[in-house]
């Protein structure tokens, strides 16, 4: 998915709200550039009108059809930017010939951040709720699939146990669950089997499933490998996990 997507980073900065967050790449990229503004500080970047540039000839930078992945150094519904986000709402009406994607970790804030002409969900967005261990499956994911969403996906990354997703897996309401480990340095380890055992859910409930990456470092056949930054994507692929089901 991230290979085809433009990165549309209207603000940046966050701050740490769940287990999931503790290597953050967000910290660990503005520590290594050595950013004057902490990464706690929620602020506009010069991005914030992306999707609406022209060029020369007056016609869209970024034509029809685009998908745009929003907030990758932030996340989209963090409450600095409640006074932002109309803006947002807006540029994706106003672009509804792309799509536009975003993941978080703040879905029960998401009720209160709808636009006022949300109803059922917009046709081009696309909601991920990140759920990197059980306690925040149990807590996300009743919240998720209770609310208007046109199209559901469930990301658990960076997993760092075993997760149960079966009781929020039928009724087709997710699309599909993407699954990636932690990178850096200090990352946690991701044993292949809990991978496994969450195709096995999906499988069960037929929805797709994606093992995005290995992360740093993957446990299996009780070894425990180190996978540098640029093998992690193709490293996963190659374990030849994911599985597509028709969408109904
Ligand atoms: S919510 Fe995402 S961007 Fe924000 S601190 Fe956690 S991992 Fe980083």
């Known amino acids: 998915m991230a290979g085809n997507m433009v ?22 990229e503005d520590a290594a550039f ?8 929620v602020r506009k970047t010069a991005s914030f009108d992306l999707p609406l540039r022209r060029d020369r000839k007056r016609n869209w930078k970024f034509p029809s059809g685009t998908l745009f992945g929003l907030c990758f150094t932030s996340d989209f519904l963090i409450q600095e930017a409640d006074e932002w986000r109309n803006g947002i709402w807006e540029i994706i ?5 792309c799509n536009f994607i975003f993941f978080t970790k703040r879905i029960d804030r998401l009720q209160q ?20 261990n059980q306690k925040m499956a149990d807590y996300r994911l009743p919240i998720f699939i209770s609310l208007p969403i046109k199209h ?25 669950v993407s699954v990636g480990g932690e990178s850096g340095k200090y990352a946690r380890c991701l044993d292949i089997r809990w991978v496994e055992d969450l195709r096995r859910q999906c499988t069960d409930n037929e929805i797709s499933f994606t093992f995005h990456q290995t ?12 996978i540098p930054r640029e093998h992690q994507h193709s490293q ?13």
Do not use: Q
């Open 215 to 226: 992360g740093s470092y993957l446990k299996k056949d009780n070894r425990i490998y180190n």
């Open 113 to 132: 951040c709808l636009p006022s002409d949300w109803n059922m969900g917009y046709d081009n967005v696309v909601i991920g709720c990140t759920a990197e």
């Open 152 to 176: 559901r996906l469930i990301i658990v990354a960076p997993m760092i146990e075993r997760i149960e997703l079966s009781p929020y897996l039928h009724n087709h309401l997710i699309k599909e």
């Open 34 to 41: 050595k950013t004057a503004i902490s990464p706690n500080e």
């Open 7 to 28: 990165m549309w980073n209207p603000w940046h900065g966050c701050h740490k709200i769940s287990e999931g967050c503790r290597h953050c790449y967000v910290y660990r």
């Open 93 to 97: 009406r106003l672009r509804n010939d």
């Open 236 to 248: 996963a692929k190659k374990a030849n996990l994911n599985i597509r089901f028709p969408e109904i």
